[in-house]
Protein backbone atom coordinates (compact mmCIF):
# COMPACT_ATOMS: atom_id res chain seq x y z
CA UNK A 1 0.00 0.00 0.00
CA UNK A 2 3.18 2.33 1.05
CA UNK A 3 4.47 1.23 -2.26
CA UNK A 4 0.98 2.42 -3.89
CA UNK A 5 0.79 5.74 -2.61
CA UNK A 6 4.59 6.14 -4.07
CA UNK A 7 3.70 5.76 -7.12
CA UNK A 8 0.85 7.52 -7.03
CA UNK A 9 2.91 10.65 -6.33
CA UNK A 10 5.40 10.03 -8.63
CA UNK A 11 2.45 10.13 -11.38
CA UNK A 12 0.98 13.60 -10.08
CA UNK A 13 4.16 14.89 -9.87
CA UNK A 14 5.91 13.65 -13.86
CA UNK A 15 2.62 14.75 -15.15
CA UNK A 16 2.30 18.08 -13.89
CA UNK A 17 6.15 18.89 -14.93
CA UNK A 18 4.37 17.73 -18.40
CA UNK A 19 1.89 20.04 -18.63
CA UNK A 20 3.99 22.71 -17.72
CA UNK A 21 6.01 21.47 -20.83
CA UNK A 22 3.35 20.39 -22.85
CA UNK A 23 -0.20 22.22 -22.00
CA UNK A 24 -1.85 20.11 -25.27
CA UNK A 25 -0.84 16.82 -23.92
CA UNK A 26 -3.53 14.44 -23.08
CA UNK A 27 -2.70 13.76 -19.65
CA UNK A 28 -4.84 10.43 -18.86
CA UNK A 29 -3.24 8.96 -21.92
CA UNK A 30 0.45 10.06 -19.96
CA UNK A 31 -1.10 8.62 -16.81
CA UNK A 32 -2.22 5.22 -17.83
CA UNK A 33 1.51 4.59 -19.70
CA UNK A 34 3.93 5.51 -16.53
CA UNK A 35 1.52 4.16 -14.18
CA UNK A 36 1.98 0.56 -16.12
CA UNK A 37 5.62 1.18 -16.39
CA UNK A 38 5.62 1.60 -13.05
CA UNK A 39 4.39 -1.62 -12.01
CA UNK A 40 7.94 -2.91 -12.47
CA UNK A 41 9.48 -0.42 -10.32
CA UNK A 42 9.68 -0.50 -6.36
CA UNK A 43 10.00 3.82 -5.74
CA UNK A 44 12.09 5.01 -2.75
CA UNK A 45 11.27 7.74 -1.56
CA UNK A 46 14.52 10.48 -1.07
CA UNK A 47 14.00 11.93 1.97
CA UNK A 48 16.19 14.90 3.28
CA UNK A 49 15.02 16.20 6.73
CA UNK A 50 12.48 13.38 8.84
CA UNK A 51 11.64 16.06 10.84
CA UNK A 52 10.63 18.59 8.13
CA UNK A 53 6.69 19.44 8.13
CA UNK A 54 5.41 17.57 4.84
CA UNK A 55 2.05 19.57 4.53
CA UNK A 56 3.18 21.81 2.08
CA UNK A 57 4.28 18.73 -0.08
CA UNK A 58 1.10 16.87 0.62
CA UNK A 59 -0.61 20.56 -0.80
CA UNK A 60 0.99 20.27 -3.71
CA UNK A 61 -0.06 17.16 -4.61
CA UNK A 62 -3.94 17.70 -3.50
CA UNK A 63 -3.52 20.73 -6.14
CA UNK A 64 -2.10 18.83 -8.80
CA UNK A 65 -5.26 15.84 -8.37
CA UNK A 66 -7.75 18.72 -8.50
CA UNK A 67 -6.33 20.55 -11.16
CA UNK A 68 -6.50 16.88 -13.20
CA UNK A 69 -10.51 16.42 -12.21
CA UNK A 70 -11.07 19.92 -13.69
CA UNK A 71 -11.14 22.48 -10.94
CA UNK A 72 -11.43 25.77 -12.26
CA UNK A 73 -8.00 28.06 -12.07
CA UNK A 74 -9.70 30.34 -9.56
CA UNK A 75 -11.02 27.72 -7.04
CA UNK A 76 -7.50 26.38 -7.86
CA UNK A 77 -5.74 29.83 -6.52
CA UNK A 78 -8.20 30.74 -4.11
CA UNK A 79 -7.32 26.49 -2.61
CA UNK A 80 -3.57 27.46 -2.98
CA UNK A 81 -3.79 30.90 -0.98
CA UNK A 82 -6.29 29.06 2.05
CA UNK A 83 -4.04 25.66 2.62
CA UNK A 84 -0.46 27.91 2.29
CA UNK A 85 -1.78 29.80 5.27
CA UNK A 86 -2.80 26.38 6.94
CA UNK A 87 0.73 25.09 6.67
CA UNK A 88 2.60 28.26 7.58
CA UNK A 89 1.01 28.18 10.48
CA UNK A 90 1.75 24.15 11.78
CA UNK A 91 4.94 22.97 11.24
CA UNK A 92 3.80 19.09 12.00
CA UNK A 93 3.78 16.53 9.89
CA UNK A 94 0.77 15.82 8.06
CA UNK A 95 0.04 13.03 10.35
CA UNK A 96 0.31 14.59 13.67
CA UNK A 97 -2.42 17.40 12.55
CA UNK A 98 -5.65 17.35 15.10
CA UNK A 99 -8.80 18.47 15.27
CA UNK A 100 -7.58 20.74 17.99
CA UNK A 101 -4.87 22.31 16.00
CA UNK A 102 -7.55 23.07 13.24
CA UNK A 103 -9.69 24.59 15.57
CA UNK A 104 -7.13 26.77 17.29
CA UNK A 105 -5.76 27.94 13.31
CA UNK A 106 -9.21 28.81 12.73
CA UNK A 107 -10.39 30.79 15.94
CA UNK A 108 -6.79 32.55 15.22
CA UNK A 109 -8.18 33.68 12.10
CA UNK A 110 -11.41 34.54 12.56
CA UNK A 111 -10.10 36.71 15.29
CA UNK A 112 -7.53 38.66 13.33
CA UNK A 113 -9.24 38.76 10.09
CA UNK A 114 -13.22 39.26 11.39
CA UNK A 115 -14.36 36.71 8.55
CA UNK A 116 -17.86 36.85 7.17
CA UNK A 117 -20.08 33.79 8.31
CA UNK A 118 -19.75 33.15 4.21
CA UNK A 119 -16.24 34.16 4.34
CA UNK A 120 -15.14 31.54 6.77
CA UNK A 121 -17.70 28.43 5.49
CA UNK A 122 -15.45 28.55 2.24
CA UNK A 123 -12.55 28.27 4.50
CA UNK A 124 -13.69 24.95 6.02
CA UNK A 125 -15.34 23.90 2.62
CA UNK A 126 -11.68 23.73 1.33
CA UNK A 127 -10.00 22.27 4.76
CA UNK A 128 -12.61 19.64 4.59
CA UNK A 129 -11.65 19.19 0.77
CA UNK A 130 -8.09 18.69 1.32
CA UNK A 131 -8.47 16.43 4.72
CA UNK A 132 -11.02 13.92 2.92
CA UNK A 133 -8.65 13.60 0.21
CA UNK A 134 -5.96 13.05 2.31
CA UNK A 135 -7.98 10.22 4.26
CA UNK A 136 -8.64 8.90 0.34
CA UNK A 137 -5.37 8.58 -0.44
CA UNK A 138 -4.50 6.99 2.50
CA UNK A 139 -2.05 9.83 3.73
CA UNK A 140 -3.81 9.91 7.01
CA UNK A 141 -5.90 7.38 8.73
CA UNK A 142 -8.87 9.79 10.56
CA UNK A 143 -9.65 13.00 9.24
CA UNK A 144 -9.17 15.97 12.00
CA UNK A 145 -11.50 17.97 10.02
CA UNK A 146 -14.40 15.25 10.78
CA UNK A 147 -15.49 17.03 14.04
CA UNK A 148 -15.16 20.51 12.47
CA UNK A 149 -19.05 22.06 11.58
CA UNK A 150 -20.01 24.83 9.41
CA UNK A 151 -21.22 27.25 11.24
CA UNK A 152 -25.06 27.82 11.80
CA UNK A 153 -26.78 29.01 8.95
CA UNK A 154 -29.58 31.65 8.94
CA UNK A 155 -33.12 29.99 8.70
CA UNK A 156 -34.17 32.71 6.26
CA UNK A 157 -32.73 33.36 2.84
CA UNK A 158 -31.20 36.50 1.69
CA UNK A 159 -34.07 38.49 -0.08
CA UNK A 160 -34.07 38.48 -3.74
CA UNK A 161 -34.44 41.68 -5.37
CA UNK A 162 -38.18 42.68 -5.90
CA UNK A 163 -39.38 43.33 -9.65
CA UNK A 164 -39.89 47.30 -8.21
CA UNK A 165 -35.75 46.69 -7.61
CA UNK A 166 -35.28 45.61 -10.76
CA UNK A 167 -36.99 48.20 -12.61
CA UNK A 168 -35.59 50.87 -10.05
CA UNK A 169 -31.77 49.63 -10.86
CA UNK A 170 -33.03 49.57 -15.13
CA UNK A 171 -33.32 52.84 -14.63
CA UNK A 172 -30.34 54.35 -13.00
CA UNK A 173 -28.04 51.94 -15.92
CA UNK A 174 -25.91 54.73 -17.71
CA UNK A 175 -24.12 53.23 -19.76
CA UNK A 176 -24.63 50.23 -22.79
CA UNK A 177 -22.46 47.63 -21.31
CA UNK A 178 -24.45 48.51 -17.48
CA UNK A 179 -27.12 47.67 -18.99
CA UNK A 180 -26.39 44.08 -20.86
CA UNK A 181 -24.33 43.32 -17.99
CA UNK A 182 -27.36 43.79 -15.51
CA UNK A 183 -29.98 42.37 -18.13
CA UNK A 184 -27.74 39.46 -19.29
CA UNK A 185 -26.66 38.19 -15.55
CA UNK A 186 -30.29 38.64 -14.64
CA UNK A 187 -32.21 36.82 -17.26
CA UNK A 188 -29.35 33.92 -17.60
CA UNK A 189 -28.75 33.27 -13.69
CA UNK A 190 -25.43 32.70 -14.76
CA UNK A 191 -22.72 32.60 -12.23
CA UNK A 192 -20.28 35.61 -13.39
CA UNK A 193 -17.59 33.30 -13.73
CA UNK A 194 -19.25 31.30 -16.49
CA UNK A 195 -19.27 34.44 -18.54
CA UNK A 196 -16.61 36.35 -18.04
CA UNK A 197 -14.57 34.62 -21.15
CA UNK A 198 -18.14 34.14 -23.75
CA UNK A 199 -17.32 35.57 -27.51
CA UNK A 200 -19.42 37.03 -29.53
CA UNK A 201 -19.72 33.64 -31.73
CA UNK A 202 -20.37 31.11 -28.56
CA UNK A 203 -23.72 33.46 -28.12
CA UNK A 204 -27.03 31.91 -30.68
CA UNK A 205 -28.38 35.51 -31.37
CA UNK A 206 -31.58 33.20 -33.19
CA UNK A 207 -32.58 31.32 -30.06
CA UNK A 208 -30.89 33.52 -27.26
CA UNK A 209 -28.99 30.76 -25.85
CA UNK A 210 -25.10 29.97 -25.02
CA UNK A 211 -22.93 27.34 -23.10
CA UNK A 212 -21.02 27.94 -20.46
CA UNK A 213 -18.74 25.59 -18.65
CA UNK A 214 -19.65 25.33 -15.03
CA UNK A 215 -18.60 23.85 -12.11
CA UNK A 216 -16.46 20.73 -12.31
CA UNK A 217 -15.54 21.66 -15.94
CA UNK A 218 -19.19 20.24 -17.20
CA UNK A 219 -20.85 22.20 -20.31
CA UNK A 220 -24.43 23.59 -19.44
CA UNK A 221 -26.70 25.60 -22.00
CA UNK A 222 -28.02 28.81 -20.85
CA UNK A 223 -30.25 31.63 -22.12
CA UNK A 224 -31.63 34.82 -21.96
CA UNK A 225 -34.37 37.35 -22.97
CA UNK A 226 -35.63 39.86 -25.91
CA UNK A 227 -35.05 42.39 -23.48
CA UNK A 228 -31.22 41.13 -22.61
CA UNK A 229 -30.49 40.81 -26.65
CA UNK A 230 -31.94 44.11 -27.40
CA UNK A 231 -28.95 45.91 -24.76
CA UNK A 232 -26.50 43.89 -25.60
CA UNK A 233 -26.53 44.15 -29.09
CA UNK A 234 -27.25 47.52 -28.44
CA UNK A 235 -24.22 47.44 -26.37
CA UNK A 236 -21.59 45.54 -29.24
CA UNK A 237 -23.34 47.42 -31.83
CA UNK A 238 -22.06 51.24 -30.02
CA UNK A 239 -18.69 49.95 -28.25
CA UNK A 240 -15.29 50.72 -29.14
CA UNK A 241 -12.64 48.51 -30.56
CA UNK A 242 -12.50 45.05 -32.71
CA UNK A 243 -12.78 42.53 -30.49
CA UNK A 244 -14.62 38.86 -30.33
CA UNK A 245 -15.22 38.90 -26.70
CA UNK A 246 -19.33 39.06 -25.13
CA UNK A 247 -18.24 41.79 -22.56
CA UNK A 248 -14.83 43.57 -22.95
CA UNK A 249 -12.96 46.42 -21.55
CA UNK A 250 -13.40 50.45 -22.33
CA UNK A 251 -10.40 50.58 -23.15
CA UNK A 252 -7.60 49.35 -26.04
CA UNK A 253 -6.90 46.75 -26.03
CA UNK A 254 -9.91 45.80 -24.74
CA UNK A 255 -9.49 42.26 -23.29
CA UNK A 256 -12.51 40.74 -21.81
CA UNK A 257 -13.82 42.28 -18.97
CA UNK A 258 -12.64 40.51 -15.58
CA UNK A 259 -14.80 39.16 -12.73
CA UNK A 260 -13.99 41.92 -10.22
CA UNK A 261 -14.81 44.58 -12.66
CA UNK A 262 -17.95 43.31 -13.49
CA UNK A 263 -18.65 42.66 -9.77
CA UNK A 264 -18.12 46.33 -9.61
CA UNK A 265 -19.72 47.17 -12.23
CA UNK A 266 -23.22 45.86 -10.67
CA UNK A 267 -22.43 47.36 -7.96
CA UNK A 268 -22.06 50.60 -8.43
CA UNK A 269 -25.60 50.04 -9.95
CA UNK A 270 -27.04 49.64 -6.67
CA UNK A 271 -25.64 51.90 -4.73
CA UNK A 272 -26.92 54.83 -7.03
CA UNK A 273 -30.46 53.58 -5.63
CA UNK A 274 -29.64 52.58 -2.34
CA UNK A 275 -29.60 48.92 -2.33
CA UNK A 276 -26.51 46.59 -2.06
CA UNK A 277 -26.44 45.01 -5.36
CA UNK A 278 -23.71 42.08 -6.60
CA UNK A 279 -24.10 39.16 -9.25
CA UNK A 280 -24.78 36.59 -7.13
CA UNK A 281 -28.06 38.56 -5.67
CA UNK A 282 -29.10 38.35 -9.81
CA UNK A 283 -28.39 34.91 -9.86
CA UNK A 284 -30.66 34.12 -6.56
CA UNK A 285 -33.16 36.84 -8.01
CA UNK A 286 -33.17 34.60 -11.05
CA UNK A 287 -34.26 31.18 -9.78
CA UNK A 288 -36.70 32.85 -7.34
CA UNK A 289 -38.51 34.48 -10.34
CA UNK A 290 -38.65 31.27 -12.16
CA UNK A 291 -40.04 29.51 -9.18
CA UNK A 292 -42.42 32.23 -8.18
CA UNK A 293 -43.59 31.90 -11.64
CA UNK A 294 -44.26 28.08 -11.87
CA UNK A 295 -40.90 26.85 -13.52
CA UNK A 296 -40.30 23.57 -11.91
CA UNK A 297 -37.29 22.64 -9.21
CA UNK A 298 -35.27 20.80 -11.66
CA UNK A 299 -35.87 22.67 -15.05
CA UNK A 300 -34.06 25.46 -12.15
CA UNK A 301 -31.56 23.31 -10.93
CA UNK A 302 -30.32 22.50 -14.50
CA UNK A 303 -30.69 26.13 -15.76
CA UNK A 304 -28.55 27.34 -12.26
CA UNK A 305 -26.23 24.18 -12.71
CA UNK A 306 -26.82 22.73 -9.14
CA UNK A 307 -25.04 19.59 -8.57
CA UNK A 308 -28.15 18.35 -6.62
CA UNK A 309 -31.77 19.82 -6.47
CA UNK A 310 -31.11 20.34 -2.74
CA UNK A 311 -29.37 24.41 -3.51
CA UNK A 312 -32.06 24.54 -5.50
CA UNK A 313 -34.86 23.19 -3.07
CA UNK A 314 -34.07 26.23 -0.55
CA UNK A 315 -35.39 28.49 -2.76
CA UNK A 316 -38.81 26.80 -3.27
CA UNK A 317 -39.02 25.55 0.46
CA UNK A 318 -38.05 29.10 2.24
CA UNK A 319 -40.07 31.26 -0.36
CA UNK A 320 -43.11 32.23 1.48
CA UNK A 321 -44.69 33.80 -2.00
CA UNK A 322 -44.45 30.72 -3.79
CA UNK A 323 -45.46 28.26 -0.76
CA UNK A 324 -48.54 30.79 -0.42
CA UNK A 325 -48.85 30.92 -4.39
CA UNK A 326 -48.99 27.25 -4.17
CA UNK A 327 -51.66 26.92 -1.62
CA UNK A 328 -54.21 29.47 -3.79
CA UNK A 329 -53.46 26.68 -6.95
CA UNK A 330 -54.01 23.68 -5.61
CA UNK A 331 -56.06 24.09 -2.52
CA UNK A 332 -59.77 24.10 -3.62
CA UNK A 333 -61.72 22.60 -1.39
Not at 13 to 18: A, M, W
Not at 114 to 142: D, N, R, V
Not at 227 to 247: H, S, V, W
Request: hydrophobic letters at 35%; one cysteine or more; glycine letters at 4%.
Amino acid sequence: MYQQKLNNEVVLRIIDKLVVAEPLINSDVVKNVIEIVLMDYDIVHKRYQLTTTDIPDKIYLYLISKKLEGLSVRTLKNYRYLLNMFAENNQKCITSITSIDIKIFLASLVESKGLKKSTYESYIACYKSFFSWLQEQEYITKNPMGSIKYPRRDKNLRKALTLEDIEKLRDVCITYRERALFEFLLSSGCRVSEIVNLSINDIDWGTMEFVVIGKGNKERKCFFTYKAKYYMEKYINNRDGQTEGLFVGKRVPYDPIKVRAIEKEISNIGKRIGIEVYPHLLRHTFATIMLQNGAKLEAVQELLGHETPDTTQIYAKLNTTIIHNQHRAYMIA
